[in-house]
C-alpha cells in the first residue's frame, strides 16, 4: 500500500524486511543465493524486491534484476538507512491491534467492539480469537456473555505496551511517529492524548539533563513509551495498583536511593501523579534501563550466543528458572560479556551506583544467577568476574525476572453463595478482575458445600458463616465491601507463603555447634546432617562450598550458605545456632540458615525462597533472631517461624 507521499507511509511485510537485510548482509548474492538463505522460493524472493521498487526508489535506491538472476544495485549506500526505516513500516498484525486495544481497556469487551474499532469483520475477530487466548493465557481471559479482557497486572501491562510499540517509533520526533503511527497502524491517539505526550517530553528532557543516568536512545524510548501509557492509565482507571516492591527495592540500594527519588519525584509532579508506588517504580525503570552502547550488536549477540546459551541452560538446570525465549536479556548479556570479559574496556569508564552488599541481599534470585554466570564465564574464557561486574549481571538477570510472567500458580477460591446463581457469578466476576493471580474454581450452593468430601481449593469465600477444618473460609456479602476485599487481599498476598514458609521452619533441623574453626567446617557439618538424613546427595557439600567461594552469604550475623539444587532430594531447612560468633567471610556470624531446596519445590514456590532471603537480610529481623536465638530447640522454631510470618 503506497499513499501520495510516494511510498513513505507503505507497509512492508516481514520477510521484506528480512530481504532488505540479507541483501545488506550478502551484497554479492543473486536471486538464488537470496532464496537460499531465506529459505523462500526465487519467485518470492523477485515478487518481494517487485513489491518494494517504489519503496526503495523513494530514498535513492533502485535494485534491478540482471541475466543469471543476478542483482544490480543502485544507491546501495542507502540500504542501511532503508532497513532502520523498513522497521517502522512492518505490517502491524491484527494480533497485535487486539491486544493493543485490551491495554487501553480496563473492562471487557465484546468481539463486535473490538470488530468496529479496527474496521474488520466479525468473523475475522472470531477466527484469530482462540489462538490468542491460547498464546497469553495468563494475560487475557474471554467469559462468555462478557467478552474479553485484559487481566495482566499493571507492570506486565505496561512491559507489553512498550513491546509492541517500540519497534515502530525512533525517538528523533517523538510527537510525529505516534501520530504516523496513528495513522499507519493503530488509532493510539485516540486513548493517548496530546497532553500526555507532552508530559512525556517534558519528562525525558529533564531525564536527558541527568548525567547519572546516561540512557541510550533505545532506554529513552522505552522510559518515553512507559511514561505516555503510565499517563492514559492513571486518567482512564481508578486506581492503578503498582504494589508496594518497588519501595523495597530502592530502599535496598542505599547509595543512590536520594538521588533516584529526587528525580523521580520531579518526573512525577511533570505528569501530575502523586502515587508513592509509581515514584519507586520510576526509579526501578531508572536502574534497569541503563545500558551499554555499542554498534552492530546483532552480530555480536550471534557471536556470544554459545556462552548465553550456556548460562540460560545451566540456570534452567540448577533453578528450574527459563530464560531461552528472553532475547532482551540475551542481548543484555552478550553486550556485557563482550565489552567486560572480551574488549576489556568499556566498563572502566563505568562506575556502580550501588553496593555488592546492596544488589545482593536486595535481588537473592537475581544474584544466584549472577554466581552461575560467573562461573560459566570463568570456565569458557579463563575470566574472574569482579563483584562491581556482579552487579550488572544481576541487574540484567532481575531485569529478565521481572519480565517473566508470574511462575506461581494462581490462587484458586470457592465461592460458596445461597443467594443464587446470579449472585455467586457476580462475586466470582468482581473477585478475578480485582485480584489477576486469582481463579475462581468454582461456585456452588451451601448444600454442595456441605456434601463436597474433598475441597480442592485454596480459600473459601461464603455467603453464609460456614466452618471448615480444612480450609480457610472468609464470610463475605453479596456487595464485597472494603473490609471484605481487604481480608481477601491479605490472604492473597500472605497467608499462602507465610504458612509454607512457617510449616519449613517448623520442621526444619536445628544443629547446635559448640566449636567450629572456620565456614567450611560448619557447612561440612550442616551438610552431613542433611545427608545422614537422605535428604540430599554426596555431592552437595562441593556445591555449597563452591557456591560459598564465588561470593560469600554472610550478612551481619549470620550467613545463608546454599547448594545445587540437582543434588536435592527433599527440600528441608537447617539452622546452626554457634556458641562462639566465628568469623565468615566480613562478619562475625552466630546463626547460619542453610535452605535446601529441591529443584520441585523452587519451581513451585519461586516467590517463597525470594521472600525467606529478603526477611533474613532484613536488619530488624535479624534483630529479632539474636534476642530467640537462645531459646531451646522446640520454643526457638516457634518464635522464628511468628518472626519470619509476619
Not at 513500516?89 to 491495554?103: A, H, T, Y
Not at 554459545?306 to 530464560?323: L, P
Request: aromatic share 10%.
Amino acid at each position: 500500500m503506497i499513499d501520495s507521499d510516494g511510498g513513505k507511509h507503505m507497509k512492508l511485510i516481514r520477510r521484506q524486511v528480512n530481504l532488505i537485510k540479507c541483501i545488506i548482509e550478502n551484497p554479492n548474492a543473486g536471486i538464488k543465493e537470496l532464496s537460499g538463505i531465506m529459505n523462500v522460493s526465487m519467485q518470492t524472493v523477485k515478487s518481494d524486491l517487485q513489491g518494494m521498487r517504489d519503496f526503495m526508489q523513494t530514498y535513492g535506491t533502485t535494485i534491478e534484476i540482471i541475466s543469471g538472476n543476478r542483482l544490480c544495485i543502485y544507491g546501495i549506500e542507502n540500504l542501511p538507512y532503508i532497513l532502520r526505516v523498513s522497521k517502522l513500516m512492518l505490517e502491524f498484525s491484527l494480533e497485535k491491534q487486539i491486544i493493543l486495544l485490551l491495554l487501553f481497556s480496563n473492562t471487557f469487551v465484546v468481539l463486535q467492539d473490538i470488530a468496529d474499532t479496527l474496521y474488520v469483520s466479525k468473523s475475522l475477530t472470531e477466527k484469530i480469537m482462540p489462538a490468542l487466548l491460547k498464546k497469553y493465557p495468563e494475560e487475557l481471559e474471554s467469559i462468555r456473555h462478557y467478552g474479553i479482557r485484559c487481566i495482566a497486572s499493571p507492570i506486565e501491562k505496561r512491559s507489553r505496551f512498550v513491546e509492541i510499540i517500540e519497534p515502530y517509533v525512533q525517538g528523533i520526533d517523538f510527537p510525529e511517529e505516534l501520530k504516523q503511527f496513528h495513522l499507519r497502524h493503530f488509532p493510539i491517539l485516540h486513548y493517548i492524548t496530546s497532553h500526555d505526550i507532552e508530559k512525556g517530553m517534558n519528562a525525558l528532557n529533564y531525564v536527558q539533563n541527568i548525567s547519572t543516568f546516561s540512557l541510550t536512545d533505545e532506554s529513552l524510548c522505552q522510559l518515553f513509551l512507559q511514561i505516555i501509557y503510565i499517563l492514559f492509565c492513571h486518567r482512564n482507571q481508578e486506581k492503578v495498583l503498582i504494589g508496594p516492591m518497588f519501595s523495597d527495592i530502592i530502599h535496598g540500594i542505599r547509595r543512590k536511593e536520594k538521588e533516584y527519588l529526587t528525580s523521580a519525584n520531579t518526573i512525577c509532579s511533570i505528569m501530575d501523579i502523586h502515587d508513592e508506588n509509581e515514584k519507586f517504580y520510576l526509579c526501578y525503570l531508572f536502574m534497569t534501563l541503563r545500558k551499554q552502547k555499542i554498534s552492530n550488536s546483532t552480530q555480536l549477540i550471534q557471536a556470544m550466543s554459545d556462552v548465553v546459551n550456556e548460562i540460560f541452560q545451566k540456570i534452567h538446570e540448577q533453578m528450574s528458572v527459563d530464560f531461552s525465549n528472553d532475547h532482551e536479556l540475551a542481548k543484555g548479556l552478550s553486550v556485557h560479556i563482550y565489552t567486560t570479559v572480551l574488549r576489556k574496556d568499556l566498563l572502566k569508564t563505568f562506575s556502580p551506583d550501588y553496593s555488592w552488599y546492596d544488589i545482593m541481599h536486595q535481588y537473592p534470585i537475581g544474584f544466584e544467577m549472577s554466581t552461575i554466570a560467573a562461573k560459566v564465564i570463568l570456565t569458557k574464557f579463563s575470566y574472574k568476574v569482579s563483584t562491581d561486574e556482579m552487579i550488572y549481571l544481576t541487574l540484567h538477570f532481575q531485569s529478565g525476572i521481572e519480565r517473566m510472567k508470574n511462575s506461581e500458580k494462581k490462587l484458586h477460591i470457592l465461592v460458596v453463595c445461597h443467594y443464587g446463581m446470579a449472585a455467586a457469578i457476580l462475586i466470582a466476576t468482581k473477585v478475578e478482575r480485582i485480584f489477576h493471580n486469582v481463579e475462581i474454581s468454582d461456585t456452588i450452593s451451601i448444600q454442595c458445600f456441605l456434601q463436597m468430601k474433598t475441597i480442592n481449593a485454596d480459600l473459601v469465600l461464603s455467603t453464609e458463616n460456614i466452618k471448615s477444618q480444612d480450609i480457610p473460609v472468609i464470610y463475605i456479602t453479596p456487595l464485597l465491601t472494603q473490609n471484605e476485599l481487604k481480608q481477601i487481599s491479605y490472604f492473597v498476598e500472605m497467608h499462602c507463603i507465610n504458612n509454607l514458609l512457617a510449616l519449613f521452619i517448623i520442621h526444619s533441623i536445628v544443629l547446635d555447634i559448640e566449636n567450629a574453626n572456620s565456614r567450611n567446617e560448619v557447612i561440612t557439618q550442616a551438610v552431613t546432617v542433611l545427608h545422614q538424613n537422605n535428604l540430599v546427595s554426596e555431592d552437595y557439600l562441593e556445591s555449597c562450598i563452591e557456591r560459598e567461594n564465588i561470593s560469600s552469604t554472610d550478612v551481619d550475623s549470620i550467613a545463608i550458605p546454599h547448594g545445587n539444587p540437582d543434588f536435592v532430594k527433599e527440600t528441608k531447612l537447617l539452622i546452626v545456632r554457634l556458641h562462639e560468633p566465628l568469623y565468615w567471610k566480613s562478619s562475625y556470624v552466630s546463626y547460619v540458615f542453610m535452605f535446601a531446596i529441591s529443584k520441585k519445590q523452587f519451581t513451585e514456590n519461586f516467590a517463597l525462597f525470594s521472600t525467606f532471603y529478603k526477611k533474613l537480610v532484613d536488619s530488624s529481623i535479624r534483630t529479632e533472631i539474636k534476642k530467640i536465638g537462645q531459646e531451646d530447640v522446640k520454643k526457638f522454631k516457634k518464635s522464628l517461624a511468628h518472626l519470619l510470618s509476619l
